[in-house]
């Protein structure tokens, strides 16, 4: 399996995160990451097709929010927590606060 791309979190841009955001199945996934250590793309696909999940995870992946590591043939997601904090403090706090 190929290794995925993660920015730094000094290349983390504000408008990306807020993009990647503004879609509520991928804020479904950040959610849900906010409260576990890490997930599978299994437990976090919602039924959706295997595509549409890709795609939603390379924009989470893009805009720094997600870090995707190969474990075996699964593929483990985890929020990329410290690294928002440390570029825009405060921010995943007041994401998280809000509800549906």
Known sequence: MRPYKHPPASEFALERVLYALSDSIRLDI???????ESA????LDGGRPKSTVSHHFKVLREAGL??????????????????IESRF???LAVILAQHN
Do not use: Y
């Open 30 to 36: 950040v959610r849900h990451l906010a409260r576990v």
């Open 66 to 83: 997600v870090l995707t590591e190969s474990t075996g043939t699964m593929h483990m997601n985890s929020l990329r927590r410290d690294d």
């Open 40 to 43: 599978s793309c299994g437990e």
């Open 89 to 91: 403090p405060g921010l």
